[in-house]
């Protein structure tokens, strides 16, 4: 059984946002789909390290921002590489906070879906919450999607330990 | 809301096939994605209306092909426009019967992923079928995935109105 053929499965890049009360927080994810069209709803999944993770939870609401291939690492790096627990990531980034009260990023970004967590799936390391789209806008229509794979050759992406694919280097 | 933001979330091109005792079926998609890393396992979106739906319930097991973009409409088109319900999808096709019994094409292939379904979840329209990896194999290490957005634009690839995403044109 060859596991590297996976790296072969196409994604695009995300920062999925959620709040918890007044906190905000986002991690970086490549694991986005629609999974029915009407009504449209979203599946992501979810490392359960993650403190987006206790977010969603916690709030039952989720935002998927659209990342384009302009972002640098500068723009999109430290929602992956370090944990909202003691960080803002929000910090240095202009933000929006959406109808559902969880943040999206306008620069650089393509557009932005919200949506509400209708269903919770246990996957050992990881939770699937599928989500209703209660609001969706394209907010740079000239930008196309950063996929994965750009992410990794172009950018000199790593994978973080809690990404769904993540293999050991052998 | 505009729902058009969600065509800006990036999919790869897959066949996914199945069976039902002797009979062997297979259709194209793009909702196919890695849920966790340990075990491996995929997660596929498919519609109730497709006879593929039909065999992945019965037998239990599905098998992904990875599309690479040296397909050509006349390669993979048959598997997305026509139900296998009164065409045998895979007449023209050299096959191969993997470990689970469902089919995968070698040529201009990246690879395959045989999976078990290990949870099935209901999403109105379609089925979420959760699988875990019991077989992976790369066939053709030099090609690239084709992606979603290339099949819809260099191939000119129609979407299905069993798809996960399909919208009406307005």
Not at 44 to 65: A, M, Q, R, Y
Not at 76 to 94: A, C, M, P, V, Y
Not at 95 to 106: D, E, H, Q, T
């Amino acid at each position: 059984m060859d596991l590297t053929t996976l790296f072969k499965v196409t994604y695009g890049m995300y920062i999925v946002s959620s709040k918890k009360g007044e906190k905000i927080n986002a991690q970086l994810s490549n694991t986005v789909v629609q999974i029915s069209p009407d009504p449209a709803t979203m599946l992501i999944s979810v490392s359960k390290n993650n403190l987006t993770h206790e977010f969603i939870e916690e709030s039952g609401i989720f935002t998927i921002s659209i990342v384009s291939n302009k972002c640098e690492m500068k723009d999109i790096g430290h929602f992956g590489f370090r944990t909202g627990r003691d960080f803002d990531k929000f910090k240095n980034s202009e933000y929006v906070l959406g109808k559902n009260g969880a943040p999206y990023i306008r620069e650089k970004m393509i557009g932005y879906v919200e949506c509400e967590v209708i269903r919770t799936i246990d996957s050992d390391s990881h939770t699937i919450f599928i989500g209703i789209v209660t609001d969706a806008a394209t907010l740079n229509t000239d930008l196309e999607p950063m996929t994965y794979d750009f992410y990794r050759k172009e950018l000199h992406g790593k994978l973080s330990k809690n990404a769904t694919h993540y293999q050991e280097e052998k």
